[in-house]
């Protein structure tokens, strides 16, 4: 189980030492992995924190002694909650992990090996979601189950379920066309029983069929007779099932009162797209759903593509809206003649194409994939009135044993269709659980070649958000977002890009970047007569050496701005990791006056406690304070101990992610400075906010 980037880790953890405490918790956030911890320091503490906020792991210190291992195990055990614990040891034998073991603890974990405590507490949590997820899906089930059986008894389709040709369930309108009073008329009796005499021979041969494994035809005609003997022309509609259990067929048994003909036309009518003449999307996910069903209980290989134009909003604007059908019909003309005889295609959105190859393999997949890309970079496509060279980008899944649900099929390909879209176009990205790492390599290589171009051609942009005071203080004060503009004209978030360039190296080029950006932005109203304080998020990469402070001091020169202007942000976190290379970096900014923010304030176990060694001018409140805070009393008092606090050692207060006017008065009393989110003013291009 994948977990999102969203979710948020409940931490509870034992030890006696806060400090150790907080290298596990640091170490979380430097993997990317966002944790609410919590640390109680005597056995009534773990009793409320037990009762109270619900917790995903405990990591616990074996040789504890504010709260015993033992008291641990017995107080979880009592709680009956499914709460794993993880046992924090020095070092590990035969006897010490026996001991874990023995005590309850799911796993252990080295606490000198803080890459062997995040791996295993990664692993517990992707386990413990899972049991949580099947658990909400068998309650789910059994409630679908439920309903869908009240739905089919008072359906107006005849419907009944078939095992090995016999009948397990019918509904009402099932007994009204053949003539029976109840089920019990009708259970257990063959199906062949219901076919008109001169059916029957054929009919054998499809449940002959049917009994071996092969998949029910999606319809089929048959001649039907009543329990008084008279026949009359019906289709029949087949698809596979469960009831109480048990795998069976689910039959709807339909009168046909059109010719057989123009019932097939109808048919054949209802599943096309009219515009393109391609399946259309209810068609086509039926089908894509019993190909992932059958990768997974026949292990088969499939391939899945989905296929976009480039720059479709220009491309629309120069043909005109009135041509898009046209545009459109072209295209799935150009996709066609890329695509082999047994290929399914689809229109799948209003100019997203699906196209699902059964029983294809990796490279022949990928040669689908090319050879449709090739099929519009090489060729012209013609509408009735322009002649267009387009390009397409297309995600693809190589649908197997390992990605055997329609769920991950589709978010794989959909997910790679736009990652080839935020790097150009006229790529294909094949997700093949085969071949993550080589299809990943290829996927990074992309972006860095993507991000040094955007450094080398000034592609990236600025948005900035407004912070406006609570309590009516002078001035004005954005905080900066750094933007990847695309070739689309589309503005790509950092989090789509950050993690690949700091593994390659290139954080500390985009912090010059950033800081410049905003010192020239500085500059530029100081002239116009306005002092506009900005807020930019920089990284710990640029900790290490002094370069960036002589950068900061080269471009305030350079712009003639003030640095008291200019603050720069870090996460709490990083800040607690890096420490001594924070402080010696804030005595080398205070020679030009710029000042120091601590992102995600609150998060830590003990967040003041940074204060006394880091002077920050802004905290920046955790955002999972902000979480439901009209309604949560537990946050409200928090946010007001940290305004409260702050306010006495000189600090400003700032909470983000503001979303309703009943946060807004929340913050009013907490004591806060100052506020943010879309409820003031979302993000822009622009610094035209009306203070």
């Known amino acids: 189980m994948q977990l999102g980037k969203d979710a948020v880790l409940r931490l509870l953890v034992i030890d006696d030492s806060v400090e150790a405490a907080e290298s596990i918790v640091s170490a979380l956030r430097n993997q990317g992995i966002a944790v609410r911890p919590s640390r109680p320091e005597t056995e009534d503490e773990l009793a409320t924190q037990l009762a109270g906020q619900p917790l995903d792991l405990i990591i616990a210190a074996r040789n504890a002694r504010s709260v015993p291992v033992e008291q641990l195990m017995q107080r979880v055990s009592a709680s009956a909650k499914d709460l794993p614990v993880l046992m924090l040891l020095d070092s590990v034998d035969d006897t010490a992990l026996l001991d874990a073991l023995d005590l309850g603890a799911r796993s252990v974990v080295l606490r000198e090996r803080l890459d ?74 063959s199906l062949l029983d219901m076919i008109a005499p001169g059916h029957v021979d054929g009919f054998k041969q499809l449940l002959k069929k049917l009994s071996k494994g092969e998949a029910p035809p999606p319809r089929y005609e048959v001649e039907a007779r009543t329990l008084e003997g008279h026949p009359f022309p019906a289709v029949m509609e087949f698809s596979p099932a469960t009831y109480e259990g048990e795998h069976c067929l689910q039959l709807v048994f339909r009168r046909q009162e059109l010719d057989p003909e123009l019932a097939r036309e109808v048919e054949e009518l209802r599943q096309r797209d009219q515009v393109t003449g391609l399946l ?33 909003g220009k491309l629309l604007n120069e ?91 589709l978010s794989k390909a959909s997910q790679g269709l736009q990652q080839m879209i935020g790097v150009g176009g006229n790529r294909v990205e094949l997700f093949d659980p085969g071949a993550v790492d080589r299809a990943e390599e290829e996927r990074i290589e992309a972006w860095v070649s993507r991000i040094r171009e955007a450094l080398d051609s000034d592609q990236f942009v600025m948005h900035y958000q407004p912070l406006v005071s609570l309590h009516g203080d002078p001035g004005e004060m954005y905080e900066a977002y750094l933007r990847l503009r695309s070739e689309t004209g589309e503005n790509l978030a950092p989090m789509q890009f950050l993690q690949i360039a700091e593994e390659h190296g290139l954080l500390w080029e985009i912090d010059r970047w950033v800081v410049a950006e905003a010192i020239r932005m500085i500059g530029e109203r100081l002239r116009a007569g306005r002092r506009t304080t900005l807020l930019v998020k920089i990284t710990q990469g640029s900790l290490h050496d002094d370069s960036l402070v002589r950068h900061i001091e080269d471009q305030l020169a350079r712009h003639g701005a003030d640095g008291s202007l200019l603050v720069l942000q870090l996460p709490e976190s990083k800040v607690f990791t890096h420490l001594r290379q924070t402080q010696d970096f804030l005595t080398q900014l205070s020679r030009s006056g710029v000042r120091l923010g601590l992102e995600q304030f609150g998060a830590g176990l003990n967040s003041f406690q940074l204060l006394s060694h880091v002077d920050a001018a802004l905290l920046k409140v955790d955002r999972s304070f902000t979480e439901s805070l009209p309604n949560n009393p537990e946050h409200q008092k928090r946010l007001r101990e940290i305004a409260q606090k702050a306010n006495s050692l000189g600090k400003q207060t700032i909470v983000d992610f503001v979303r309703d006017a009943s946060t807004m008065s929340v913050l009013f009393t907490a004591g806060v400075d100052y506020a943010q989110g879309h409820f003031l003013a979302p993000a822009g291009p622009d610094m035209d906010y009306e203070f």
Not at 287 to 306: C, I, R
Not at 368 to 392: C, G, K, P
Request: aromatic residues 6%; glycine residues 6%.
């Open 319 to 409: 043909v005109g809206l009135d041509a898009a059908d046209a545009l459109a019909a072209a295209f799935a003309q150009r996709l066609r003649s890329a695509l082999g005889p047994d290929d399914i295609a689809a229109r799948f959105g209003e100019h997203q194409f699906a196209v699902l190859s059964r029983n294809s393999d990796h490279l022949s997949t990928s040669n689908r994939a090319e050879a449709v890309r090739a099929a519009f970079a090489d060729h012209v496509i013609e509408t009735e009135s322009r002649s267009l060279n387009l390009t397409v980008s297309i995600g693809g899944v190589q649908i197997g044993e390992k990605i055997a649900s329609l769920t991950a099929v």
């Open 116 to 189: 062997h405590v995040v791996s295993v507490i990664r692993n517990e949590w992707t386990d413990l979601e899972a049991r949580r997820a099947l658990r909400r899906l068998e309650a789910q089930v059994r409630e679908t189950e439920r309903r869908c059986d009240a739905l089919i008894e008072s359906s107006r389709d005849p419907i009944a379920y078939v095992h090995e040709g016999m009948h397990i369930r019918a509904n009402s309108a099932y007994l009204e066309t053949f003539g029976y009073e109840s089920f019990e008329d009708v259970e257990g009796m």
């Open 280 to 312: 259309n999307r209810p068609t086509f996910l039926r089908a894509l759903e019993d190909t992932v069903s059958d990768a997974a209980q026949n292990a088969s290989h499939h391939g899945l593509l989905l296929v976009e134009p480039d720059h479709y």
